[in-house]
């Protein structure tokens, strides 16, 4: 089994920044892809984020690229999300998820899901 922990999320102003992470427990793999997912009121769950265990491929939604990171850290088994210039639409919860190395944007592709953090951007 695997277990995900998201934390970082919070309230901050249109155009602020935040630093989510997500840290991995059990039985990964390097073969894995991690990815983020966010989750407003009444909507789907929509792709935000993908990135490989060696970080060599990453891959971002239209509406975030430019202003969102994805990276990691092996040694502590984590990945982060670092959002700049933040809109009032990027109001959601933040998932973290993790899936095989040729998993990609539809959600039903992951195997594994943390609880969420909840980011709140206020204009």
């Known amino acids: 089994q695997v277990q995900l922990e998201e934390s970082g999320g919070g309230l901050v102003q249109a155009g602020g920044s935040l630093r989510l992470s997500c840290a991995a427990s059990?039985?990964?793999?390097?073969?894995?892809?991690m990815a983020w997912f966010r989750q407003a009121p009444g909507k789907e769950r929509e792709f935000v984020s993908r990135?490989?265990?060696?970080?060599?491929?990453?891959y971002y939604a239209d509406s975030v690229k430019g202003r969102f990171t994805i990276s990691r850290d092996n040694a502590k088994n984590t990945v982060y999300l670092e959002m700049n210039s933040l809109k009032p639409e990027d109001t959601a919860v933040y998932y973290c998820?993790?899936?095989?190395?040729?998993?990609?944007?539809?959600?039903?592709?992951?195997?594994?899901w943390g609880q969420g953090t909840q980011v709140t951007v206020s204009s």
């Open positions: 059990g039985r990964t793999s390097s073969s894995n892809a």
């Open positions: 990135i490989t265990w060696s970080g060599t491929s990453t």
């Open positions: 998820a993790i899936g095989s190395r040729n998993v990609w944007t539809a959600a039903a592709q992951y195997d594994y």
